[in-house]
């Protein structure tokens, strides 16, 4: 955020970006059921249902937002991680999952939810 206030313009996309995609699901009135352009669902993810966003296409940065819905109280536990694919290729999606079901596990556990299914 920093480079972003001190006028870095890559920094000020990757910024506006983050918000357009939070804004998103600021917006949303129920949890998602189908992938749209901006949000879609993480094939890779096993164990919680996820979902990226992403804004349009940049041929210099890819920022993807992975966030999850919880059913039982209806939040939206945002930002589980997020990331720069453009950097990253597909090993982003590849650890997507995982790095996701260790994010939800501890969310969970700090939140009093339901444990972890091991």
């Known amino acids: 955020m920093a480079q972003a206030r001190a006028g870095d313009a890559s920094a000020l996309r ?3 970006y983050a918000y357009d995609e939070l804004d998103y699901l600021r917006q949303l ?3 998602p059921t189908e ?6 669902r ?5 164990r919680y249902p996820v979902w990226r966003l992403s804004h349009p296409f940049d041929e210099q940065m890819a ?4 966030c999850w819905f919880d059913d039982e109280s209806g939040v939206v536990v945002v930002a589980l991680f997020a990331n720069d694919k453009a950097t990253m290729g597909d ?3 590849d650890t997507a999952g995982s ?3 260790q994010a ?3 969310w969970k556990r700090e939140n009093g939810g339901a444990d972890d299914g091991r």
């Open 63 to 66: 920022l993807r937002i992975v």
């Open 35 to 40: 992938d749209t352009a901006t949000l879609k």
């Open 104 to 106: 939800i596990d501890q």
């Open 91 to 93: 090993v982003f999606y």
């Open 99 to 101: 790095r996701a079901d």
């Open 14 to 16: 990757m910024a506006r």
């Open 29 to 31: 009135t129920a949890p």
């Open 42 to 46: 993480v094939r890779q993810a096993k």
